[in-house]
């Protein structure tokens, strides 16, 4: 079965380093998407960072990258240059193969990240 | 980028009273969208998802008599709480999809007293 693992409840970061938030999944399935969501306290999921099991390179936005290592199934998000308002929930997920458009999303359990001034 | 509203963001009814909750996608259109339920400090949890023009397809322990989907248009899916206790109160999420990712609205913060 497919699943996504997020081993730290909660991080703290300084303000300005850079901090990475651990994904790893469990898969049989040859092609499979991952992807990082951002949840701050007001409630809304915002997309950050897509990843496809054939991208041979990591995928970056701005000050997110993704660190894909597909032997080890682990998909960690790379935040540069901290700001407070990177303080949020982070969730991974990775979409599951399906037939049509029911193509469902596993969540991990997500990441509670502070970041201190 | 793809912006999906959802509306109320916030609603409190009585007991036995029924919830509408609208999701719509604002600058694209999503022949699937899908409905979630969150709880305190938990992570995303799919009720059904919904595809335009037939059926939601609900997730295994999700009454659909309780909670009616309906996705009349490209750019419209409604899920509407019937009858609700308290036990629903909850905060309801929407997402709609574009090619391969999934967009989501700012919630429904439901509160049955």
């Known amino acids: 079965a497919q699943k996504i693992t997020q081993t730290q409840p909660g991080m703290f970061v300084q303000e300005k380093e850079a901090v990475t938030l651990d994904c790893t999944y469990d898969?049989?399935?040859?092609?499979?998407?991952l992807f990082w969501y951002k949840q701050p306290s007001s409630g809304e999921m915002i997309f950050l960072i897509y990843q496809g099991s054939y991208d041979e390179q990591n995928a970056t936005e701005g000050r997110y990258s993704l660190n894909f290592q597909k032997a080890r199934k682990s998909a960690n998000l790379v935040i540069s240059a901290s700001q407070l308002g990177d303080s949020a929930m982070y969730f991974c997920a990775m979409r599951e193969l399906g037939a049509g458009n029911n193509r469902k999303l596993i969540w991990g359990l997500g990441t509670s990240l502070a970041v201190n001034p | 980028g793809a912006v999906v509203s959802q509306h109320p963001s916030r609603v409190i009814c009585k007991s036995g009273t029924s919830v509408k909750i609208e999701c719509r996608s604002l600058?694209?259109?999503?022949?699937?969208m899908f409905w979630y339920r969150q709880f305190p400090k938990q992570s995303l949890m799919l009720m059904a998802t919904s595809n335009e023009g037939s059926k939601a397809t609900y997730e295994q322990g999700v009454e659909k008599d309780k909670f009616l989907i309906n996705h009349a248009s490209l750019t419209l899916s409604t899920l509407t709480v019937t009858s609700a206790h308290p036990e629903d109160s909850s905060f309801y999420i929407c997402?709609?999809?574009?090619?391969?990712?999934?967009?989501f609205g700012p919630g429904t913060r439901l509160t049955v007293l």
């Open positions: 997402s709609a999809k574009e090619w391969d990712t999934q967009y």
């Open positions: 898969t049989s399935d040859q092609s499979y998407g």
């Open positions: 600058d694209f259109q999503a022949t699937t």
